[in-house]
């Protein structure tokens, strides 16, 4: 009698840690479930650079080649997950010289660190349209954070039954901090090209149709 208490006893004991562990994880799945995946539309897509020239004028890049996604939990994007990847050896500033400068080794180095990469910390709403995009960014082999202001222009629908929704962001970088080390001064003692680069995304995102 005493020995049948005892299984019985451990057998309820066994039942409800299979049921709270059975809880949590239809919890995890059901917020899996929860979030709306959406992908970068890449050809109503810009990611964009900007440096100082000369102390006097700016040269603007761009990158050709990129993919993102967009993971999001709430109708207004609200703690999303969010991430982007841009080919290096794809970058373009209408000067070939210039750009195969830039894939060398005294900037990108593309062919050793053929990617650029970001992934979000958190994604955060300010006020009305303003968010506040923060995570770590990846060049060559060195990762740092950043922090993008960003501007959620809503939500759309095409003539073809596709759901759009448009945002731009807008960040800087020291390029010294990711080894991007070429530094030529002018006669005067400026640098050749500036230190700060401003990096900004304009971002038409594509929502993933239920399979």
Do not use: C
């Not at 709306?36 to 040269?59: G, M, R, Y």
């Not at 969010?82 to 050896?89: L, N, P």
């Amino acid at each position: 009698m005493y020995i049948d208490k005892i299984i019985n006893l451990k057998l309820k004991k066994m039942t409800k840690t299979l049921a709270t562990a059975g809880a949590a994880i239809l919890a995890t799945a059901s917020t899996t479930d929860a979030q709306t995946k959406w992908n970068f539309d890449a050809s109503h897509t810009k990611v964009e650079f900007t440096v100082q020239h000369l102390l006097i004028s700016e040269v603007t890049g761009n990158f050709k080649v990129f993919e993102g996604s967009v993971f999001s939990p709430s109708e207004d994007f609200t703690n999303s997950d969010i991430q982007f990847s841009v080919d290096i050896a794809s970058i373009n500033t209408d000067n070939s010289d210039r750009d195969n400068h830039l894939k060398s080794d005294d900037f990108f180095n593309a062919e050793k660190f053929p990617k650029m990469t970001f992934k979000s910390t958190s994604f955060k709403k300010v006020d009305g349209k303003n968010y506040k995009l923060a995570g770590n960014l990846t060049i060559r082999d060195i990762t740092k954070p950043i922090t993008f202001d960003v501007v959620y222009n809503g939500i759309a629908n095409d003539p073809w039954g596709n759901t759009k929704a448009g945002f731009k962001l807008k960040g800087e970088i020291s390029r010294f901090d990711y080894n991007l080390k070429w530094n030529a001064l002018t006669e005067i003692g400026g640098a050749v090209v500036g230190e700060i680069v401003e990096i900004t995304a304009k971002v038409e995102l594509d929502k993933e149709k239920a399979k």
